[in-house]
Nanobody
Framework: EVQLVESGGGLVQPGGSLVLSCAASGFTFSSYVMNWVRQAPGKRLEWVSTINPGGSTTDYADSVKGRFTISRDNAKNTLYLQMNSLMPEDTAVYYC?????RGQGTQVTVST
């Protein structure tokens, strides 16, 4: 059974940073593309970033490019999202996504 457990969210001031983690199990993590997506209150699910199985290729939504960095540790079956220069519009529940399956999410709130 695929399991994805996100963590690392919280309340941060504008301009601050957070690192999200996603612990994966139930599949061969190192063989799959992984994604981060987010959902703000009242809005649709939004793709944030993608990383290839080896971690050498990444892609980002324009809204986060230059501020967020996706990475993975295949030895630990863990996906990361380093978020810098956070803005109020980054407020959302963040999910890691594997072939249509996502975890429970972690709340990120950017506010003074």
């Amino acid at each position: 059974e695929v399991q994805l457990v996100e963590s690392g969210g919280g309340l941060v001031q504008p301009g601050g940073s957070l690192v999200l983690s996603c612990a994966a199990s139930g599949f061969t993590f190192s063989s799959y593309v992984m994604n981060w997506v987010r959902q703000a209150p009242g809005k649709r699910l939004e793709w944030v970033s993608t990383i290839n199985p080896g971690g050498s290729t990444t892609d980002y939504a324009d809204s986060v490019k230059g501020r967020f960095t996706i990475s993975r540790d295949n030895a630990k079956n863990t996906l990361y999202l380093q978020m810098n220069s956070l803005m109020p519009e980054d407020t959302a529940v963040y999910y890691c996504l594997h072939r249509g399956t996502r975890g429970q999410g972690t709340q990120v709130t950017v506010s003074t």
